[in-house]
């Protein structure tokens, strides 16, 4: 079964911290990762796509790595701000236009 | 350039009632998916058009649920009739094609069933 998994669930840093979201998934052969943003009662906001065939993509602070072999991916967020606030969502298709989400991960930054 | 519209973003029926949702996609956009969160689980699909045609319908709960694209411009997703467990957010996302890969979503449209 193929299948999507967010680590931590939920996050508390203070302002100014490095920080790093991790995506796990159980199947390499991948098309798609997408990283979103969703604020409460919002949608999803897309932060970064990465194809199966690229390792990372990067805009401003975010930073997103793709690592299929060992089925991972990682979202870094540089000098986080209270406005960084907010669900982070992994998204994986395993085939083509069909994405599968993690359970996301909810990150606070206090000021 | 507008994004994904949904609409409603808020419904709250009676069970057994009938809902209908609309989503509007990004203007030539083919990909167009509904996708739904229920309380405290992930965000699932539920199918997926490319223009007027149904690709993938294998998320769709039962046979309550009646999607359709006529025209291959905005979507509606039909609940009929609505159950409790029915509840939940209902998405939908655009996309320009399977080579771009990126989903573009709305903002959703809750539905409260009663």
């Known amino acids: 079964k193929q299948e999507v998994t967010q680590i931590p669930a939920a996050l508390s840093v203070p302002e100014g911290e490095n920080l790093v979201l991790n995506c796990s998934f159980t199947?390499?052969?991948?098309?798609?990762l997408q990283w979103f943003r969703q604020d409460p009662g919002k949608g999803l906001t897309s932060l970064l796509l990465?194809?199966?065939?690229?390792r990372e993509q990067t805009s401003g602070r975010l930073n997103a790595s793709l690592d299929k072999s060992s089925g991972r991916s990682t979202l870094y967020i540089a000098a986080s701000q209270p406005g960084d606030s907010a669900t982070y969502l992994c998204?994986?298709?395993?085939?083509?236009?069909?994405?599968?989400f993690g359970t996301g991960t909810r990150l606070k930054v206090l000021a | 350039e507008a994004g994904v519209t949904q609409f409603p973003s808020h419904s709250v029926i009676e069970k057994g009632q009938t809902v209908t949702l609309r989503c509007d996609p990004i203007?030539?956009?083919?990909?167009l998916y509904w996708y739904r969160r229920v309380m405290g689980k992930e965000i699932k699909f539920l199918l997926h058009?490319?223009?007027?045609?149904?690709?993938?319908e294998s998320g769709m709960p039962n046979n309550r649920f009646l999607a359709e694209r006529t025209g291959g411009t905005y979507s509606t997703l039909k609940v009929q009739p609505a159950e409790l467990e029915d509840s939940g957010v209902y998405f939908c996302?655009?996309?320009?094609?399977?080579?771009?890969?990126?989903?573009?979503f709305g903002e959703g449209s809750r539905l409260t069933v009663l």
């Open positions: 203007s030539g956009h083919d990909n």
């Open positions: 998204a994986v298709s395993f085939r083509p236009y069909k994405y599968i």
């Open positions: 058009f490319v223009k007027e045609s149904k690709q993938d």
């Open positions: 199947d390499s052969a991948i098309y798609n």
């Open positions: 996302a655009s996309q320009g094609g399977w080579n771009t890969g990126e989903l573009f």
């Open positions: 990465i194809q199966s065939s690229q």
